[in-house]
């Protein structure tokens, strides 16, 4: 069965930091991608991490204009990725999704709440 299991969700105040994953039930995954849905508006990208070809193959990784310089996503291992975010602000509030693309199937996890507070 193919799923993927978002963590890391909270309440910080702005200029915090909150570390969000992604776990896949498969190591057979090569996209994966952040989307946030603040309240009362659709889902946007936030992130995304394409896995090299290769193991030496560095990832490529794109971010939205509103989060860059501030998140960071990584592979953390062969089924998980990460989405480090730090000096958060309130506007970055919402709900994160996980997407990944796992053994030809596009997957979408069941999100995990980030609050952030002025």
């Known amino acids: 069965q193919l799923y993927l299991v978002e963590s890391g969700g909270g309440s910080v105040q702005a200029g915090g930091s909150l570390k969000l994953s992604c776990v896949a039930s498969?190591?057979?995954?090569?996209?994966w991608s952040w989307y946030r849905q603040p309240p009362g508006t659709e889902r946007e990208f936030v992130s995304k991490?394409?896995?090299?070809?290769?193991?030496?193959?560095?990832?490529?990784v794109t971010y939205a204009d509103s989060v860059k310089g501030r998140f960071t996503i990584s592979h953390f291992n062969a089924n998980t990725v990460d989405l480090q975010m730090n000096s958060l602000e309130p506007e970055d509030t919402g709900m994160y999704y996980c997407?990944?693309?796992?053994?030809?199937?596009?997957?979408w996890g069941q999100g995990t709440q980030v609050t952030v507070s002025s």
């Open positions: 991490l394409t896995r090299g070809v290769r193991p030496s193959y560095a990832d490529s």
């Open positions: 498969t190591t057979y995954c090569y996209d």
């Open positions: 997407k990944a693309t796992c053994r030809g199937v596009n997957l």
